[in-house]
């Protein structure tokens, strides 16, 4: 099992940058593939940015060439730097991970083909103003 802890949420203007960082516990950080979520009100939790085990990197097209996700992995940590923001942007951030089978890929934002379901962070609030 992985525990999830995010932080570095928060409010931006327009046009500004945020980073949210995950740590997670334990040495099966690096047999998972990460990935960050984001749910705005009265809309469903939808795939941001994902890194399988493998460094497979995949976005969802709304971030791409804004959001870059990368892992600390001295320090078990994932991160997303997040450039640009618009106020669409604004909902609650997560961290997810997936436990990786030999399959296991990144695609558009998400894990696909692996064992079991997501672990789940509590969220972190990103806010974006107009």
């Known amino acids: 099992q992985v525990q999830l802890v995010e932080s570095g949420g928060g409010s931006v203007q327009a046009g500004g940058s945020l980073r949210l960082s995950c740590a997670a516990s334990?040495?099966?950080?690096?047999?998972?593939?990460m990935a960050w979520f984001r749910q705005a009100p009265g809309k469903q939790r939808e795939g941001v940015a994902a890194?399988?085990?493998?460094?497979?990197?995949s976005y969802a097209d709304s971030v791409a060439g804004r959001f870059t996700i990368s892992k600390d992995s001295a320090k078990n940590t994932l991160l997303l730097q997040m450039n640009s923001l618009k106020p669409e942007d604004t909902a609650m951030y997560y961290c997810?991970?997936?436990?990786?089978?030999?399959?296991?890929?990144?695609?558009?934002?998400?894990?696909?083909?692996?064992?079991?379901?997501?672990?789940w962070g509590q969220g972190t609030q990103v806010t974006v103003s107009s």
């Open positions: 997810a991970a997936a436990r990786s089978a030999p399959t296991t890929y990144s695609s558009r934002g998400y894990c696909y083909s692996f064992t079991g379901g997501y672990y």
């Open positions: 334990g040495n099966a950080y690096r047999a998972y593939c």
């Open positions: 890194i399988a085990s493998d460094g497979s990197i």
